[in-house]
């Protein structure tokens, strides 16, 4: 038999393995979020992590496609009956775009809204319009490994499709802040209106380029004013009106309007006053994105500094039409200033999203928490609860196979009462079993030997405060059904 090669193990970058305690926290963070989710009526679903291409391609513009990951599926030998694979041989392999081979036709998702979009057109017979969805899977991007930013990472969503009510976007605010406030961070939740940065963009005559102006724009937290007034100003040059102002007016223009007023409705006026009506936008059109955003912040009853309209807000999916989130830490709060964290959270409103799949034009709107983000940041701060990694209750310890036997016949009481308990496998000392319990955070032991068998009164634990008494197995679960 050949010798099986040794190698050192290791993790593909970008990803990571969680230990019990890891998965513990994040299953709060889900749990959290989920019991929000339910609260507002929204299912949750699920979809494949592989895509066809052309399910992928296109929706996420030109930066979005690059960071696609592509699948080749090796047709030549899958079509040879007699192919059994070695380890040496893979069926499939995966690739990031720039480092594409032909024959791709698959790709592991890149979020889980354009999945929800084909998810819809297919099964829309099946489905209760409006439709209210939750999806919490992994999705897969070749980003650049850093702080807070990984190439699998996990994506939570909750989206309405089917209806245009502005009551949805309220909504969708409020969960926000809920589930904000239930998992104790300090956020601020922006929101802006994607026509807003259109507006501002044909002002200033760089309609032409706008996609790569809003993604210029949404870097103005991560660079600063300076780098984005660097990084437009070759855009300006390039599609100068007469009558268009320079980058520099630009951001002058911008904190104009919103330095100087938290008011949501200050701020909409200024942008009414500022931005005049022009061939591309009719006044009433302006009026009406104006009002929509007053519409919906005037319905949403929080403190304004959890909830803020941001006009140069800008979300860099090309698929979003009309409001737009983002969730960022509150740096004004002692507690975030030294944290250097990206968005926690990020959505929109997308108006023909299921068109590109052959389906009814159908109105969606929706927003996403950065778990990973939530994850690491919640750390930093210890916010999550003590008890997390708790996951057996008791555990029965014992000295020989007699002792054993007994206490694993009790060990069957406990768990029909649905206890999560456990029993030490095996012939090892009562040190050892004890500092397995320990290891493993059980808050409970119960030793059974000799003595123990003879009376009926097991020796019941309680590994915190070092106490113990004699009880019978019957008293034993009324204490842990009590705690």
């Known amino acids: 038999m050949a010798e099986i090669k040794k190698i050192k193990p290791s993790l593909p970058k970008g990803t990571r393995d969680f230990l019990p305690e890891e998965v513990a926290k994040r299953n709060y963070i889900f749990d959290t979020i989920k019991r929000v989710f339910r609260k507002y009526g929204f299912q949750q679903i699920d979809t494949p992590a592989i895509e066809s291409l052309e399910t992928l391609e296109g929706k996420y513009g030109d930066e979005g496609d690059k960071l696609l990951f592509k699948i080749r599926s090796n047709k030549n030998l899958l079509d040879r009956p007699e192919f059994v694979p070695t380890l040496k041989e893979r069926l499939w392999e995966v690739y990031p775009y720039n480092f594409l081979p032909a024959g791709s036709e698959k790709g592991l998702r890149y979020d889980l809204t354009v999945p929800l979009a084909r998810y819809v057109v297919q099964h829309q017979g099946d489905l209760a319009f409006p439709f209210k969805r939750f999806h919490i899977a992994p999705v897969w991007r070749g980003d650049r490994p850093q702080k807070g930013r990984y190439q699998e990472f996990y994506q939570c969503d909750a989206d309405i499709i089917g209806s245009t009510s502005l009551l949805n976007e309220v909504e969708l605010t409020q969960i926000y802040v809920e589930v904000f406030e239930r998992l104790r961070l300090k956020v601020i939740v922006e929101i802006n209106h994607r026509k807003v940065l259109e507006a501002i963009a044909s002002y200033f005559g760089l309609t032409v380029n706008f996609e790569s102006f809003t993604i210029i724009i949404d870097k103005l937290d991560k660079i600063g004013w300076d780098k984005v007034v660097e990084e437009l100003t ?20 911008v904190f104009d309007i919103y330095n100087g007023s938290n008011s949501w409705f200050d701020v909409t006026d200024k942008l009414y006053k500022a931005i005049p009506p022009s061939d591309r936008w009719r006044e009433d059109t302006w009026k009406g994105i104006i009002s929509t955003l007053q519409e919906v912040l005037g319905k949403i009853k929080f403190d304004q500094e959890k909830v803020k309209l941001n006009p140069y807000l800008a979300r860099g999916l090309s698929y979003y039409t009309g409001i737009i989130w983002e969730v ?34 159908m109105s969606g709107v929706g927003i996403s928490f950065g778990i990973e983000r939530i994850y690491d940041v919640m750390e930093e701060l210890k916010l999550f609860p003590a008890d997390l990694g708790e996951t057996t209750k008791v555990l029965f310890v014992h000295f020989d196979e007699a002792s054993e036997a007994y206490a694993f016949e009790q060990l069957q009481k406990v768990r029909a009462l649905d206890i999560a308990s456990e029993i030490y496998p095996g012939k090892k000392k009562l040190d050892k079993q004890m500092n397995y319990a320990n290891d493993k955070k059980i808050p409970y032991v119960i030793v059974v030997g000799g003595d123990e068998m003879a009376s009926g009164k097991l020796t019941f634990k309680d590994m915190a405060s070092g106490q113990q008494e004699k009880l019978t197995i019957e008293e034993i679960i009324e204490k842990l059904k009590g705690n």
């Open 234 to 253: 070759p855009l300006v040059v390039e599609h100068l009106a007469l009558e268009a102002l320079s980058v520099k007016s630009l951001q002058r223009f």
């Open 328 to 361: 960022v830490l509150d740096k004004n709060k002692e507690e975030n200033k030294a944290i250097q964290m990206g968005s926690l959270g990020g959505g929109g409103r997308y108006d023909n999203l299921t068109e590109m799949f052959g389906g009814r034009d």
